[in-house]
């Protein structure tokens, strides 16, 4: 049988983009929306009365399914989105005569498309829980879409570029966050940092998990034998 | 043992008939699009349905 190219990324997308979203639900959302009791005052940190104490809790997913539909739908856009931009690269790597893709090895490119286009990023963005504002959206777009092609860029030269050149990734990488991601110049948040310390741990875990499981998929499903 | 190596792995290669450039540049493309429309565009019916995904991906979001 024929191995397509674009039929085998929407397969791995689909797949890895409801394995995304169902780790979401169970880790990602409810804290996201926990975040919203505070973003729309329903619960106050810090409040009036001068207590740094407050509650809490999840909200639980409740029953906007509509919405929640949407989150699983744009996931799976997602997550296809990235299975045709990674098998693409994987293609290239081998049209090009740079290696010979298995599904294991898939593991790895998952995990390097992880670190150029969440982790890096979310180094100098964190993933933003609800009640934390941050800088204008257009400058910080920018910077987000510089940082994921040059971490990109750069890992590709580190695996495939030869003595000294393979050096010049490490430039790459490190380049957007020495220039710096744009910030606010005052902390205004209203949620508790704790809330939002974990929504970035946690949103960066499933992110992981749905990258590696993607890279797996897509090679598998190019290299089978069917 | 070198040479049979080789040879598995272009016959491995050319099993894959996808190898080819034009299919390459149809999937960046269709990858950009769809990434577009789920983590970039500002259009606000757009930001509004994607919005929970956004920040779970750590999308700049709004």
């Given at each position: 049988m024929t191995k397509n190219l674009l039929t085998s990324a929407v397969f791995a997308g689909v797949a890895a983009g409801l394995i995304a979203a169902l780790l979401q639900f169970v880790f990602v959302i409810p804290a996201l929306l926990e975040g919203e009791l505070f973003e729309t005052g329903a619960r106050i940190h810090f409040g009036a009365n001068g207590s740094p104490e407050s509650d809490r809790g999840s909200p639980g997913l409740g029953t906007e399914w509509a919405r929640h539909a949407m989150t699983v739908g744009f996931n799976v856009v997602t997550y296809v989105g990235f299975g045709f931009l990674l098998l693409a690269a994987m293609a290239f790597a081998e049209l090009r005569g740079l290696t010979t893709i298995t599904s294991k090895q898939g593991i790895i490119w998952g995990l390097a498309g992880f670190i150029a286009i969440q982790l890096a990023p979310a180094i100098g963005l964190p993933p933003e829980l609800p009640g934390t504002p941050a800088a204008e959206i257009g400058p910080r777009q920018m910077w987000w879409l510089g940082t994921l092609v040059a971490s990109a860029l750069g890992l590709w030269v580190i695996a495939f570029g030869r003595g000294v050149i393979a050096l010049s990734g490490v430039i790459l990488l490190l380049g957007p966050h020495i220039i710096g991601a744009p910030h606010l110049d005052a902390f205004w948040g209203v949620a508790p940092p704790e809330l939002s310390a974990e929504f970035v741990t946690l949103s960066l875990g499933a992110a992981a998990a749905g990258w590696s499981t993607l890279g797996f998929l897509c090679a598998w499903f190019w290299t089978k034998e069917l | 043992m070198n040479a049979q190596n080789n040879t598995a792995a272009q016959t491995k290669t050319i099993a894959?008939?996808?190898?080819?450039v034009l299919p390459i540049a149809f999937a960046v493309l269709g990858g950009l699009m769809l990434l577009f429309a789920?983590?970039?565009?500002?259009a606000s019916v757009l930001h509004d349905a994607a919005h929970d995904q956004r920040h779970a991906m750590a999308f700049p979001c709004h």
């Open positions: - | 894959r008939t996808d190898l080819s789920s983590g970039y565009a500002q």
